[in-house]
């Protein structure tokens, strides 16, 4: 046996009276190292990108689609370009499974409630492929800035980025959204084996504020979900006050939800750290939902003029292979142009990170494109692109900002890698200028 007297001692007692004979080889899982996986993303990898990642990957992860296991002793996932181009997204095994539980479908309205940094969002994001729209939020506004720039890595073009706390969500989407990932915060203890400082941070107190905290979340989430959608709830923790009290009052509190299914993953029974997830859905009747449906707000677009949009014209025209694929849905904010997804909801009056896909500045008699809409293309979707391998000197060269040399006519040119956008370059007598963003360098590849 370890030594587990890193663990609070109230947390030990109450598991031991939780566990009562499983309780032993529970606390002997936290000899074990920490699990590592991530998920490939399906709006950007494919078969291939799967297969070039072989070398790092283990078993799959069985309750996710796309989830791997990966060596974390032998390999550095997180600074292969794959990761900078949004190819997967490191994530624990076990906090694949609510959305996998939630399964989203193209065309669904969703909303991520408490979504930083971005993984279940990202995976929502995948399940609807492109199609409906995905709210996700973060209240707190650093993290949710952490949030919007996940959702730009991985090339999604439907997510609008809002910062708020769930009540004033609550009260501009009445029963507007047809599924919602409530990932609530907790106290955190299926992270102690992983995270031994959030062991410092634990008290029951604690656990009784965030069980305060989760109800309150859960209420709001209830007001937004139309009758016949779906709330997945999940928590990191293995208390059953914040996890299956916490579903049996807000059912209580709200008759017309039932309990579709409840999970949980234990690290002495699964691979994977502790995690909790309970499937609900709302009751309809009298067919509510297609009114409710009907009654959704979008946003208001106001026309913009071809004049003030002509330099972003003749960059679709001379960059873009589907010009017409980038000429609705248009959102300008001062001189910042975005494409916001079909049927956006009204999301006046909030505070909005990221309004759909980012196309890029409008400034002074030119057009430039954003690093968010290279990611969101493919090689097909331009006219001109350059590849560059994944194990090249010119990977390293492009993600640390230099400055490359090639054959190709002039312009803005779509830096893939192994044929998976990256980035933008601008070419100018046969050498593309780097616009690889400054703040995402890397000078250690």
């Given at each position: ?43 950007k990898a494919d078969e ?266 003749d960059f679709l025209k ?126 250690d590849t």
């Amino acid at each position: 046996m370890g030594d587990y007297s890193f663990l609070p001692t109230d947390f030990v007692n109450r598991m031991e009276q939780d566990l009562g004979p499983d309780f032993h080889a529970f606390l002997s899982s936290y000899d074990e190292n920490k699990i590592s996986a991530l998920r490939f993303n399906p709006i950007k990898a494919d078969e291939q990108a799967i297969h070039n990642c072989e070398i790092f990957l283990k078993d799959k992860v069985n309750w996710s689609e796309n989830g791997y296991y990966y060596d974390d002793e032998a390999y550095r996932p997180g600074i292969h370009p794959y990761h900078m181009a949004g190819i997967y997204y490191i994530q624990d095994a076990s906090a694949q499974l609510p959305v996998e539980m939630l399964s989203p479908n193209p065309g669904d309205v969703c909303l991520d409630l408490c979504a930083s940094p971005g993984g279940k969002t990202t995976q929502i994001a995948g399940y609807l492929n492109g199609e409906g729209v995905l709210i996700s939020n973060e209240p707190v506004k650093n993290r949710a800035k952490i949030l919007s720039e996940n959702v730009e890595r991985l090339g999604i073009r439907n997510c609008i980025v809002t910062s708020e706390f769930p009540d004033k969500l609550a009260e501009k989407y009445h029963e507007y959204f047809d599924k919602i990932m409530v990932d609530a915060p907790c106290s955190g203890e299926g992270m102690f084996r992983k995270n031994h400082d959030a062991c410092t941070e634990w008290s029951l107190e604690s656990v009784e504020m965030c069980a305060i905290r989760q109800a309150e979340i859960l209420d709001s989430a209830y007001d937004m979900l139309i009758p016949g959608g779906r709330i997945c709830y999940s928590t990191c923790t293995f208390s059953r006050l914040e996890d299956e009290i916490a579903v049996e009052k807000f059912i209580a509190r709200h008759p017309d939800m039932h309990l579709i299914e409840e999970r949980r993953i234990w690290p002495h029974k699964q691979k994977g750290e502790g995690h909790y997830a309970a499937l609900l859905e709302k009751s309809d009747t009298d067919d509510r939902a297609v009114e409710c449906k009907n009654m959704r707000q979008t946003y208001n677009l106001k026309k913009i003029s071809d004049k003030m949009l002509k330099d972003y014209l003749d960059f679709l025209k001379t960059a873009i292979s589907n010009p017409n694929d980038f000429k609705s849905n248009l959102l300008l904010i001062g001189d910042l142009l975005y494409q916001l997804p079909k049927d956006a909801p009204d999301f006046s009056g909030l505070h909005v990170l990221r309004g759909g896909l980012f196309l890029g500045t409008l400034k002074k008699n030119r057009f430039e494109p954003s690093h968010a809409l290279a990611l969101a293309l493919k090689s097909a979707d331009v006219n001109t692109f350059y590849d560059i391998k994944s194990d090249s000197e010119d990977i390293k060269k492009y993600l640390s900002g230099q400055s490359l040399q090639a054959e190709t006519k002039d312009g803005w040119t779509l830096i893939t890698v192994d044929g998976y956008s990256i980035g933008w370059g601008k070419a100018v007598n046969n050498q593309i200028k780097n616009h690889y963003p400054k703040g995402l360098r890397r000078y250690d590849t």
